[in-house]
């Protein structure tokens, strides 16, 4: 069973920054696509970035791009979302998410349980 589980979110100001890191149980994390989803109140969940198993390729919502950071550690199996400039639009629950082919497919099977990130104006 692949278990995902989310650090490193809080309480910042706007303009400041935040490291979110997920890191994932088991053997195949470098199998994996990986990603971030958001969901903000009242909101549906919302893509954020994802990352191929290499880590050669990333994506981001318009929103977050220039402004975000994806990243991942095959050797710690952890992935790594760096945001910067956050503005009160950010405030959401993050979802670290992964899956095989998850990219090409459009669907992550494994879900983190979330973590509060909230941006004060």
């Known amino acids: 069973q692949v278990q995902l589980v989310e650090s490193g979110g809080g309480l910042v100001q706007a303009g400041g920054s935040l490291r979110l890191s997920c890191l994932t149980s088991?053997?195949?994390?470098?199998?994996?696509?990986m990603g971030w989803f958001r969901q903000a109140p009242g909101k549906g969940r919302e893509f954020v970035s994802s990352?191929?198993?290499?880590?050669?390729?990333?994506h981001y919502a318009d929103s977050v791009k220039g402004r975000f950071t994806i990243s991942r550690d095959n050797a710690k199996n952890t992935m790594y979302l760096q945001m910067n400039s956050l503005k009160p639009e950010d405030t959401a629950v993050y979802y670290c998410?992964?899956?095989?082919?998850?990219?090409?497919?459009?669907?992550?099977?494994?879900w983190g349980q979330g973590i509060q990130v909230t941006v004060s104006s």
């Open positions: 088991g053997r195949t994390f470098s199998t994996y696509d």
């Open positions: 990352i191929s198993r290499s880590g050669g390729s990333t």
């Open positions: 998410v992964g899956g095989l082919d998850a990219i090409q497919q459009g669907h992550y099977y494994y």
